[in-house]
């Protein structure tokens, strides 16, 4: 959209002689544009970051081309904006356009997104860690899981998974998405499960693999979350996979339980709001 015009899901705003404009689009219309902001981030994306955006909706931001984009999750929460280059210079007042514009009262940032965390640092007076996240790691022996039966889940495993309550799954939609899609391993020991680690390329063509892993009640305090981390970890190494990973910022468990792994947080993912 140039020249102020405005149509359908765009918005038009004036700033002295410039119209910068905001168009709602699909997410084939932002897919080059989310490719070169990926490539700006010299970490790995988050995991839990990508659901917000699958679940999303994106706009274009255009000063008589497209120059960025950005994308408010379903909960209303900003979670991805992106400008090329040469806007950089009026990233902070194109920021405040969009809060004002969309009413955008909340903001999640990965501290590695520097130009984001600029924006919000500038005009958000709250802000609060809610993750830990970890991008480093240490070399570490794999746990190679003897006396264990370990297989990738099934369709098949559904019914008995779904019976497993405590953590194991936030929804039974997603539940049956990670056993069709081959992201859930299965951890057996005597014939009884012990637990379930998380196997999840976060984004298709690249190669980041998020790892996490749920211990059966029965079987929590006995080391077996370590060991699965491990396995994981493992396995990723082996098959020239990067394992990357995060949990809440209030989860000591899961953090002690990837440290021992070897892994290393530098970074977090901050909440910026408004009140």
């Not at 297989?151 to 998405?177: C, M, W």
């Not at 680690?197 to 790892?211: F, K, S």
């Not at 305090?221 to 020239?240: E, H, S, V």
Request: hydrophobic fraction near 35%.
């Amino acid at each position: 959209m140039a020249g102020g015009k405005t149509k359908g899901n765009d918005w038009g705003i004036k700033e002295g002689k410039t119209v910068i404009g905001f168009e709602k689009v699909g997410y084939g219309d932002v897919v080059e544009l989310r490719k070169k902001y990926l490539d700006s981030l010299y970490e790995s994306q988050e995991l839990f970051m990508e659901m917000q955006v699958a679940a999303g909706d994106y706009y274009v931001i255009q000063v008589g081309e497209t120059v960025g984009y950005f994308i408010i999750s379903s909960q209303k929460i900003m979670v991805e904006f992106y400008l090329d280059r040469k806007m950089l210079m009026d990233c902070e007042e194109i920021f405040l356009q969009i809060c004002e514009t969309f009413n955008i009262e909340k903001v999640y940032c990965k501290s590695f997104d520097s130009v984001l965390l600029k924006c919000c640092l500038k005009h958000f007076e709250k802000h609060t860690v809610i993750g830990t996240l970890f991008r480093d790691f240490t070399k570490t022996e794999p746990d190679a899981m003897e006396g264990f039966d370990v297989r990738v889940a099934t369709e098949n495993d559904i019914p008995f998974l779904l019976q497993q309550k405590d953590g194991l799954y936030e929804s039974e939609e997603e539940l049956f998405y990670m056993a069709r899609n081959d992201k859930i391993h299965m951890y057996f020991q005597n014939g009884n499960l012990v637990g379930c680690g998380y196997l999840w390329r976060i984004i298709e063509d690249r190669n980041y693999y998020d790892i996490g892993m749920w211990v059966n009640p029965g079987y929590r305090k006995m080391g077996f979350a370590t060991r699965i981390i491990a396995n994981l970890k493992g396995n990723c190494l082996k098959n020239g996979r990067i394992p990357v990973c995060g949990c809440a910022v209030d989860n000591l468990a899961s953090r002690k339980t990837l440290e021992k792994n070897g892994f290393i947080s530098k970074h977090d993912l901050i909440e910026f709001s408004i009140k």
